[in-house]
Nanobody, 123 residues
Framework: QVQLVESGGGLVQAGGSLRLACAAS????????MGWFRQAPGKEREFVSL????????YYADPVKGRFTISRDNGRNTVFLQMNSLKAEDTAVYYC????????????????WGQGTQVTVSS
């Protein structure tokens, strides 16, 4: 069982930055691919980014490519999402998730989820 807790959300103006963190309780954190997803009001949850267990591979959804950076610190059981040049359309609840299923973007293939953190970008 892996418990995930996100932090770092908040209100920011368009063009600003936020850094999200997701702390995992499990000592086997390093064995999981970690993903970030987001869900805006009235929309389905969508994939944002993922990072493999050793940080050797990262992948981004097109809307965030070049603006967001995912990273992880296995020694601290934490994954990060640095978000720069934020836009109003980035407003959503952001969730981190963990999977042993490799490089996947489908939310249903992630076994563990955090409770989410709200990101609001004012235009």
């Amino acid at each position: 069982q892996v418990q995930l807790v996100e932090s770092g959300g908040g209100l920011v103006q368009a063009g600003g930055s936020l850094r999200l963190a997701c702390a995992a309780s499990s000592g086997t954190f390093s064995g999981y691919t970690m993903g970030w997803f987001r869900q805006a009001p009235g929309k389905e949850r969508e994939f944002v980014s993922l990072i493999t267990w050793n940080g050797g591979y990262t992948y981004y959804a097109d809307p965030v490519k070049g603006r967001f950076t995912i990273s992880r610190d296995n020694g601290r059981n934490t994954v990060f999402l640095q978000m720069n040049s934020l836009k109003a359309e980035d407003t959503a609840v952001y969730y981190c998730a963990a999977t042993r299923n490799g490089i996947i973007v489908r939310s249903s293939d992630y076994q563990y989820w955090g409770q989410g953190t709200q990101v609001t970008v004012s235009s």
